[in-house]
């Protein structure tokens, strides 16, 4: 019996916010015992133009490197800026 687990983002998609993009990335956890899958489970998680990329894979690096462009990093502050405004 040779239990493996691999980990894949098996799904990265760039969602339009209105004025600025985000990533939504979903990872696949699989276990397979002699090859044959017998489990598998997924975590999705949000990124912003904010980001901080460091624990990301590479492919996920690349689109957010494509799609956070300084216009969409500006839109995101301005957008986080108004929200502070209204809620203080």
Same mark, same amino acid.
């Given at each position: 019996?040779a239990?493996?687990?691999? *980990? ?6 760039? !969602? =339009?916010?209105?004025?600025?993009? %985000?990533? *939504? ?5 699989? !276990? ?5 899958? !017998?489990?598998r ?9 904010? &980001?901080?990329l ?5 492919? %996920?690096? &690349?689109?957010?490197?494509? %799609? ?14 108004? *929200?502070? =405004?209204? =809620?203080?």
């Amino acid at each position: 019996m040779a239990l493996e687990k691999t *980990q894949i983002n098996d799904k990265i998609e760039v !969602i =339009n916010n209105g004025s600025y993009p %985000v990533i *939504q990335v979903r990872t696949a956890t699989i !276990i397979t015992d002699d090859g044959v899958e !017998i489990s598998r489970n997924f975590h999705r998680h949000v990124l912003t133009p904010d &980001a901080d990329l460091s624990n990301e894979g590479s492919d %996920v690096v &690349a689109l957010a490197n494509t %799609v956070f462009t300084a216009e969409a990093k500006a839109a995101y502050a301005d957008y986080m800026a108004a *929200q502070e =405004n209204n =809620n203080g």
